[in-house]
């Protein structure tokens, strides 16, 4: 079956610092992936998606990702972070039309 | 743009009782899902409708669990005897068929106490 893992539960970076949050799949054909962000008691909001192409894409709030199908990867950066930043990511792979998240990785941004 | 709407967006109920959440989708939205989410986990995939056939069922979702969308449009999740395990924050999203991309409302947080 199809499945995600993000390694990192916890991540603190400082503000102003670069960020790198890991994603790794599991699938057999090109995946469709994507990261969402959730704010404490809030739903999902989509960052970013990849489906085919160009294997780094750009999302909303200065983020980026790139896959890599040789490290089945799909990483999510930031090059500078805010203090908004601070919030639950989950990347998710689509499997039988449907989204399969990660467990998340928790993000807190030090001033 | 009204987005992904669930009512109520929170609900404590005693042990034992039963409660119903709805959902209502994008409008040109035809395919609807429900997760549910615990503290410190990613969503778990509940069940999904495409207009109004329940597609797929996760294991999760158990006897005491129903979900609807009678007329393709909005949706209700109903737990029957709700135990204190139920507690979480159950989503609901939507995307259009054959879209891959769902937009999420933002849940119904459910305690039993």
């Known amino acids: 079956a199809q499945s995600v893992t993000q390694p990192d539960i916890h991540i603190t970076v400082s503000e102003g610092a670069s960020l790198e949050l890991r994603c790794n799949y599991s699938?057999?054909?090109?995946?469709?992936l994507f990261w969402y962000v959730q704010s404490p008691g809030q739903g999902l909001q989509l960052l970013l998606k990849y489906f085919s192409g160009d294997t780094l894409v750009q999302g909303i709030k200065g983020f980026e990702a790139e896959f890599k199908r040789s490290q089945s990867s799909f990483n999510l950066r930031k090059p500078s972070v805010h203090w908004s930043d601070a919030a639950e990511y989950f990347c998710a792979v689509v499997s039988t039309g449907k989204l399969i998240f990660g467990q998340g990785t928790t993000l807190q941004v030090k001033p | 743009d009204t987005g992904v709407s669930q009512d109520p967006r929170h609900k404590i109920t005693k042990r034992g009782q039963n409660v119903t959440f709805r959902c209502d989708p994008i409008s040109e939205h035809n395919r609807l899902y429900w997760y549910r989410q615990t503290l410190g986990q990613g969503p778990e995939f509940l069940t999904y409708f495409q207009n109004e056939a329940q597609l797929e069922k996760s294991r999760l979702l158990s006897d005491r669990f129903s979900a609807e969308r009678p007329k393709g449009s909005f949706s209700t999740l109903e737990i029957q005897r709700t135990e204190q395990g139920d507690s979480a924050m159950y989503l609901c999203a939507s995307s259009r068929q054959g879209g891959t991309e769902a937009f999420f409302g933002q849940g119904t947080r459910l305690t039993v106490v």
């Open positions: 699938y057999g054909a090109t995946p469709y």
